[in-house]
């Protein structure tokens, strides 16, 4: 056994005795970095990593094409990095998704805020309940802000439809912002609720997400039209 592989060991067993609450984001990177870098010892790039990206939630963030151009990783390297994060949004969203009665406002908005765990552009997702508040689904309806031309007012009428949804709540994120809504957000999820509205559809909350925060418009009071989100 070389004397990496017995610093590698000493690393993992610490980590299946304590956990990574102990370990610098530096430790944690190279933790991962054992599992595409053999027989290497992985410190150095991890501390190069970090330095350059800022933390270890800016390597993990960062796109593969800026990755793969730090000496020492590889594609496959790069690839598992960017996969930490869109394995752990699948498993976030994976786990809300045993829950299928959101009676509340706030269970909707717990629901949906684990689909833009790490998401690095502006989402929008709609989540179909029908008349029990049970969940029929919940798809994304397209990328951009909500008030961009990319967002189409018809398709999120027509997803609503298409699940037969009695009440619907929309979701989309600022990923580089604060969860504030704009007042360009307001005025098209004006134009949304009563398009919505005119198909029978209620439109119970459109909700911005920030990181792990988020802002519900219902509950700050919005008024959309003579329709006020309840």
């Given at each position: ?5 017995g ?8 980590f299946?005795?304590e ?18 870098i ?27 094409e ?19 994060t ?24 717990q ?16 989540l ?9 689904c ?21 997803t609503?439809?298409?699940?037969n ?27 949304i609720?009563m398009?919505?509205?005119a198909?029978e ?11 792990d ?9 919005q008024?959309?039209?003579d329709?006020?989100?309840?």
């Amino acid at each position: 056994m070389s004397m990496h592989d017995g610093h590698r060991q000493r690393i993992r067993q610490r980590f299946h005795d304590e956990g990574l609450d102990h370990f610098t984001e530096y430790q944690v990177l190279e933790l991962l970095l054992f599992y595409t870098i053999p027989r290497k010892d992985t410190n150095p790039l991890a501390h190069i990593l970090i330095d350059r990206f800022g933390s270890l939630a800016q390597v993990l963030e960062a796109p593969m094409e800026e990755l793969v151009k730090v000496e020492g990783v590889s594609a496959n390297t790069a690839t598992f990095l960017h996969l930490i994060t869109d394995v752990g949004r699948y498993y976030l969203v994976n786990r809300t998704m045993q829950c299928t009665i959101l009676p509340t406002l706030e269970k909707c908005a717990q629901y949906m805020v684990p689909f833009f765990f790490g998401r690095r552009v502006e989402t929008v997702f709609l989540l179909c309940l029908d008349a029990k508040c049970k969940v029929l689904c919940c798809k994304e309806v397209g990328e951009g802000s909500v008030n961009s031309a990319g967002i189409s007012v018809r398709k999120i009428v027509e997803t609503a439809l298409a699940a037969n949804a009695t009440t619907v709540v929309l979701a989309h994120n600022h990923p580089s912002g604060v969860a504030l809504p704009s007042g360009e957000d307001v005025q098209t999820t004006r134009r949304i609720a009563m398009a919505l509205k005119a198909v029978e559809v209620n439109l119970a909350d459109h909700i911005v997400v920030a990181d792990d925060d988020y802002v519900s418009m219902a509950q700050s009071g919005q008024r959309f039209d003579d329709c006020l989100l309840i």
